[in-house]
């Protein structure tokens, strides 16, 4: 069957006559089986998942199918193989219901010490493209989200990226993205935020070490692995890995940039804006710069006729914008904490009285733009 109807080549009937055949039970002992171990099936364990895991992940393109409880049951399985890999049988467990309270919480090592476990194989990519095939139908459920979250789908995603298993930063990057972008992101981070930590560490090592050109694609990477602001800020790590990415953002908010990439990376800006305002952002004039940027794309944004229907990416960089302008305002408001009350300072702290009023123009700008347009 597995051979003949791979996963996504199949049409609803020939679907429906393989859920009539062998319905969910069959894949879910397949995986079950294979788990508990032992020489009672006669087949190697690997050919047990591989046979269930293709059968799941061909019956869950059919979107009816997806929500089914038997599915459903399989996922803390399907979690196990692909933060394991290999060594998944090194994790067996007796039943479907231990392994899933297992997987949704009471794992307890550390990402850094799975880190440091080696082996000399790998999960087979076909096996792990299944894997991934069944977590995404899920992840597209009203309450997918919900349910990846309450049966350990961060945690596992998490340490199967950590620990660079199969395909874990083609497919289990992007779902995680979607995931912690999902209404689920507070309770994520509130539930696993050493971890996510570790992620981001992670993600925002790959995006300062990559080149200018790279960075510009790999923006939209970064916001949905930022943890919601005031949750871990506090955290030194945080708080460097904020500082490393304002560092590698400078020379592209610096640079000539497209409107798409640079709507990118004002997204981004607007997002360590909100977790650790103006502290980390680099010197008075590159936040002149940034402000600058920020109020030309809102007034560049707004010479559409009211009516124009906005495109979601330009209605994501405007919001980014209006951001910075807030912060910028609000920083502009602020005296801060002077030694000396008689040296009060000036608008945005560093800067130069000249300075000051030029970014105080360039908003004010911006927001006539804004005021004009909503009197449209």
């Given at each position: 069957?597995?051979?003949l109807?791979?996963?996504?080549?199949?049409?609803?009937?020939?679907?429906?006559?393989?859920?009539?055949?062998?319905?969910?039970?069959?894949?879910?002992?397949?995986?079950?089986?294979a788990?508990?171990?032992?020489?009672?099936?006669?087949?190697?364990?690997?050919?047990?998942?591989?046979?269930?895991?293709?059968?799941?992940?061909?019956?869950?393109?059919?979107?009816?199918?997806?929500?089914?409880?038997?599915?459903?049951?399989?996922?803390?399985?399907?979690?196990?193989?692909?933060?394991?890999?290999?060594?998944?049988?090194?994790?067996?467990t007796?039943?479907?219901?231990?392994?899933?309270?297992?997987?949704?919480?009471?794992?307890?090592?550390?990402?850094?010490?799975?880190?440091?476990?080696?082996?000399?194989?790998?999960?087979?990519?076909a096996l792990?493209?299944?894997?991934?095939?069944?977590?995404n139908?899920?992840?597209?459920?009203?309450?997918?989200?919900?349910?990846?979250?309450?049966?350990?789908?961060v945690?596992?995603?998490?340490?199967?990226?950590?620990?660079?298993?199969?395909?874990?930063?083609?497919?289990?990057?992007?779902?995680?993205?979607?995931?912690?972008?999902?209404?689920?992101?507070?309770?994520?981070?509130?539930?696993?935020?050493?971890?996510?930590?570790?992620?981001?560490?992670?993600?925002?090592?790959?995006?300062?070490?990559?080149?200018?050109?790279?960075?510009?694609?790999?923006?939209?990477?970064?916001?949905?692995?930022?943890?919601?602001?005031?949750?871990?800020?506090?955290?030194?790590?945080?708080?460097?890995?904020?500082?490393?990415?304002?560092?590698?953002?400078?020379?592209?908010?610096?640079?000539?940039?497209?409107?798409?990439?640079?709507?990118?990376?004002?997204?981004?800006?607007?997002?360590?804006?909100?977790?650790?305002?103006?502290?980390?952002?680099?010197?008075?004039?590159?936040?002149?710069?940034?402000?600058?940027?920020?109020?030309?794309?809102?007034?560049?944004?707004?010479?559409?006729?009211?009516?124009?229907?906005?495109?979601?990416?330009?209605?994501?960089?405007?919001?980014?914008?209006?951001?910075?302008?807030?912060?910028?305002?609000?920083?502009?408001?602020?005296?801060?904490?002077?030694?000396?009350?008689?040296?009060?300072?000036?608008?945005?702290?560093?800067?130069?009285?000249?300075?000051?009023?030029?970014?105080?123009?360039?908003?004010?700008?911006?927001?006539?733009?804004?005021?004009?347009?909503l009197?449209?």
């Amino acid at each position: 069957i597995t051979r003949l109807c791979p996963a996504g080549q199949l049409d609803t009937g020939t679907l429906h006559r393989i859920f009539e055949a062998v319905g969910f039970n069959l894949p879910a002992r397949l995986l079950v089986t294979a788990f508990r171990g032992g020489d009672s099936s006669g087949l190697p364990p690997e050919e047990l998942i591989s046979l269930g895991t293709a059968l799941l992940a061909a019956l869950s393109t059919d979107a009816s199918m997806v929500a089914h409880p038997q599915l459903l049951s399989t996922v803390p399985l399907i979690l196990s193989i692909l933060e394991n890999g290999p060594t998944w049988a090194d994790k067996q467990t007796q039943t479907l219901g231990s392994e899933a309270q297992s997987s949704s919480g009471s794992q307890t090592e550390s990402a850094t010490d799975s880190q440091t476990t080696s082996s000399m194989s790998t999960l087979d990519e076909a096996l792990a493209c299944d894997c991934y095939q069944i977590l995404n139908a899920v992840c597209t459920l009203p309450q997918g989200p919900e349910q990846l979250l309450t049966r350990g789908a961060v945690l596992a995603l998490c340490r199967a990226v950590l620990k660079k298993q199969t395909l874990s930063h083609e497919k289990g990057l992007p779902l995680l993205g979607h995931l912690l972008s999902s209404s689920i992101r507070p309770r994520a981070w509130a539930k696993h935020s050493s971890d996510l930590l570790s992620l981001l560490e992670t993600v925002s090592q790959n995006f300062c070490q990559a080149s200018d050109q790279d960075r510009l694609e790999m923006c939209s990477q970064i916001p949905p692995f930022l943890p919601p602001p005031g949750v871990e800020s506090e955290s030194q790590v945080l708080k460097e890995i904020v500082g490393n990415l304002w560092a590698s953002l400078r020379p592209l908010i610096q640079g000539k940039l497209s409107q798409e990439h640079l709507g990118l990376v004002l997204v981004v800006s607007a997002c360590l804006l909100d977790l650790y305002g103006w502290e980390s952002t680099g010197p008075p004039k590159f936040c002149c710069l940034l402000v600058n940027r920020a109020c030309v794309e809102v007034r560049m944004g707004l010479e559409e006729p009211p009516g124009t229907e906005i495109k979601p990416q330009l209605q994501h960089t405007l919001t980014a914008c209006y951001r910075i302008m807030e912060a910028a305002m609000e920083q502009a408001c602020s005296q801060g904490a002077v030694s000396n009350p008689a040296q009060i300072q000036t608008a945005i702290t560093g800067l130069s009285l000249q300075q000051s009023r030029q970014v105080l123009g360039v908003l004010e700008e911006a927001f006539s733009a804004e005021i004009y347009y909503l009197k449209q």
